[in-house]
C-alpha cells in the first residue's frame, strides 16, 4: 500500500477519535508541531525514515521530543504507529491529517503572492468574495515577491489567479513575438 493512501487512513482514524473525544484541537496543534519539527529538523526526518534505527529507538526519540508537550492521544497515536513501523510515514501522516482537518472544518487554504503586502482592506475584501464563492472559512497564506512587480498570483486549491504586471508583461512579449513572427511571412 502506498505511503499516501496509509497515511490517509491513520489521519481520518485520528481525527474521527479525537473528534470523538473532544480532543481535535488538541490534536489538530499537535500535528502543526510534528510538522514543525520535521520542516526544521532534516536529521530528525531522515531519523524517522532511517530502516536501520529500531522502531522503539524512534519511539523513545519522539517521546524525549515530544512527552509532556501533546494531548495524551497524540503521544498514543505515536506508539501506535511506531509499533506498527509506520513511523516513516508520519511526517505524511500529519500533513493528510492537516488537509483532513480542513475539509471537516469547512476550511479552504488560499496563498496570494503579492508584490506588496496586502493592505488590511484589501486583505478583508479578498476573504470575503473567496468565502462568498468557496462557502468555507478562509485561511489566507500570504506572501510577498517583488519579483511580480505589481498586482498577485492567487491560489486556491488546484486553481491558479495570475493577475501580476509580470504575467501580463510575459503575455505581451509573447503576443509580439507571434505578431513579428506573422510579418515575416
Not at 530502516?51 to 519511539?59: E, F, N, R, V
Not at 472559512?137 to 486556491?156: N, Y
Not at 491558479?160 to 510579418?183: E, H, T
Amino acid at each position: 500500500m502506498s505511503d499516501i493512501r496509509v497515511a490517509s487512513r491513520y489521519a481520518k482514524s485520528l481525527i474521527e477519535l479525537a473528534n470523538e473525544k473532544g480532543v481535535l484541537e488538541q490534536v489538530h496543534n499537535d500535528m502543526l508541531l510534528f510538522s514543525k519539527v520535521v520542516s526544521q529538523n532534516r536529521d530528525f526526518e531522515l531519523m524517522l525514515t532511517n530502516p536501520i534505527i529500531k522502531s522503539d529507538k524512534k519511539l523513545a526519540v519522539l517521546n524525549s521530543i515530544f512527552g509532556g508537550k501533546v494531548q495524551q492521544m497524540t503521544q498514543m497515536f505515536f506508539d501506535i504507529v511506531t509499533k506498527k513501523n509506520r513511523e516513516s510515514v508520519l511526517p505524511f501522516m500529519a500533513a493528510e491529517f492537516e488537509k483532513q482537518y480542513n475539509e471537516f472544518k469547512g476550511i479552504q487554504v488560499v496563498t496570494v503572492n503579492s508584490a506588496a503586502p496586502l493592505a488590511p482592506a484589501q486583505r478583508d475584501y479578498l476573504i470575503k468574495q473567496l468565502t462568498a464563492e468557496t462557502g468555507k472559512i478562509i485561511q489566507l497564506k500570504e506572501s510577498v515577491d517583488p519579483s511580480l512587480i505589481g498586482g498577485f498570483v492567487l491560489r486556491v486549491g488546484d486553481k491558479q489567479i495570475d493577475s501580476s504586471v509580470k504575467n501580463s508583461l510575459r503575455k505581451l512579449k509573447i503576443d509580439f513575438k507571434d505578431n513579428s513572427y506573422i510579418n515575416k511571412l
